[in-house]
C-alpha cells in the first residue's frame, strides 16, 4: 500500500518581516485546507517574533532526511506549490540518477552463460544408439 | 531524542500516524501500544527520585506486552497459513524458518524505523533497541487486531512483511545442512527412484577455477542441474536446484497476489488456531 514518506512540516517565519509576507498569508488562508487534504503530515506553524532568520519550511521524512526550502519573499500560492511537490516527494537525497530503470528479475529464463547453448557430454550421437 | 526537540505534538503525531498506515486505529489502544514496559521502569524511578508520595509514583500507564504476544502470535499463523496456501508442497521446516525470518528482530525493527516507529515509541534508551521497536510494531499489529478485526489485520501483515521477501531465494532464508538427503526424503514420499548424479557439462577441468555442471536424473530423465567449482560442490548445488523446483520457490514463480481477499474464513481460522 501506499505510505505518504512526509512526516511532518515545519512551517518557521516571523510575524513582522517583510519577506514572511507570503509565509503569513500561507497559514491565514490555505494552510487548514492543506493539513485537512493530507491527514497524513503533521504540520507545525511556529511564529518566531522579531526580525529573525529567514523563514523557512523544513520538510522531515521518514529515512530521516530533513529538507529547508527558503520562502521569503514567495506567494501563498507559490508555498502551496512547494508544500505540495514537498509532500510527494520521498526522502531520498536528490542527486543525478544514472540509469532511469531497475529491475530485480534481470532475466526470465535464465541468464545467458558460456554453457548456455552448448550440449551436455551425456548425450550420444550418431550411430552408436543403434545395437549391434 | 525528536520528542524533545521542539515542535512536537504527541496526539497529532499519532493520528497522522495511523492516517498514513490507511487504518483507523482506537487510539488508547495505539497510545498503549506505544508504551514499553522498561519507560514504565524509568518513569517510576525518575518520579521516585523526585521525591513525590507513593500513590502519584504509580503510572497509570498499561505497556504493551500484552498486545505485542498477541499481534506476534496472529502474525505468525497469517504469514504460515498465507505460505502454506502459496506453497503447498513445503515442508513444515521450511515454513517455520520462512516465518522465523520475517519476524525476526532486524527485519522488523528495520520495517519499523522505515514507519517513525522510533519517534512515537517511548523507551528508556535512545536510539531505541531493534527489540523495543520489534516489541512496539508487533503491538501496534496487536492494537490493530484489537480495533479492525482481523481481516484488516491481515491485509495489513500481508502488505509490510512480504514485499520483504522480495529477491531472495529459499536458501538464503532456510538453512540447510545437507539437500541431498532432504531430497532423497521428498522423491521416496512421490515415489519416484533415487537421483543418479552425472557430469553434464565441464570447463577447465586442470585450471585453477574449473567449473562442472552436475545433472540429476530419476530413471533416466533430467531433474534439475547445478554449476560448481568442485565435482562435490556441483553436485549439493544441482540438489538445491531441484529441491526449489519440486516446492516451487524458483525465481520465474508467479508474483504474490495482492489483490482484495473475499474469503472471511481463513482470518477466522487463524484467529482460532492460537
Known sequence: RYVRQLQRLQLLFSPTGADARGARQFVEEVAQDFARQHPDVVLYVSPHSGPGPAPVLRAEYLNGTVREELIASKTSEEILQLATKLANQSGLDIIRIRKPFHTDNPSVQGQWHPLTNKPSILTVQGPRLQPQ | ?274
Open chain 2, 1 to 274: 531524542r525528536r520528542s524533545e526537540k521542539p515542535n512536537w505534538d504527541y496526539h497529532a503525531e499519532i493520528q497522522a500516524f495511523s492516517h498514513r498506515l490507511q487504518e483507523n486505529f482506537a487510539l488508547d489502544l495505539l497510545k498503549t501500544a506505544f508504551v514499553n514496559p522498561c519507560y514504565v521502569e524509568s518513569e517510576e524511578a525518575r518520579r521516585r527520585q523526585l521525591g513525590l508520595d507513593k500513590d502519584a509514583v504509580a503510572l497509570q500507564l498499561q505497556d504493551n506486552t500484552g498486545l505485542a504476544e498477541r499481534g506476534l502470535r496472529f502474525a505468525r499463523a497469517y504469514l504460515a497459513q498465507c505460505f502454506e496456501g502459496a506453497y503447498p508442497q513445503l515442508p513444515a521446516k521450511g515454513i517455520e524458518a520462512l516465518v522465523n525470518f520475517l519476524t525476526s528482530q532486524e527485519l522488523v525493527s528495520y520495517v519499523a524505523q522505515n514507519l517513525s516507529i522510533q519517534d512515537l515509541a517511548l523507551c528508556r534508551d535512545f536510539p531505541a533497541p531493534p527489540d523495543v521497536l520489534q516489541r512496539t510494531f508487533l503491538a501496534v499489529i496487536g492494537a490493530l487486531l484489537e480495533s479492525s478485526g482481523p481481516e484488516r489485520a491481515g491485509i495489513f501483515v500481508r502488505d509490510f512483511f512480504i514485499p520483504q521477501l522480495i529477491g531472495k531465494d529459499l536458501f538464503e532464508i532456510w538453512e540447510v545442512v545437507n539437500p541431498m538427503g532432504l531430497l532423497l526424503e521428498e522423491l521416496t514420499k512421490r515415489n519416484v527412484s533415487a537421483p543418479e548424479p552425472r557430469i553434464t557439462r565441464q570447463l577447465g577441468v586442470s585450471t585453477v577455477l574449473p567449473v562442472y555442471f552436475v545433472g540429476l536424473y530419476c530413471d533416466k530423465k533430467i531433474l534439475a542441474e547445478g554449476p560448481g567449482e568442485t565435482l562435490l560442490a556441483a553436485e549439493e548445488e544441482a540438489a538445491r536446484v531441484a529441491l526449489r523446483k519440486l516446492y516451487g520457490y524458483t525465481e520465474n514463480r508467479r508474483p504474490w497476489d495482492y489483490s482484495k481477499p473475499k474469503q472471511g474464513l481463513a482470518a477466522e481460522k487463524a484467529i482460532s488456531s492460537n
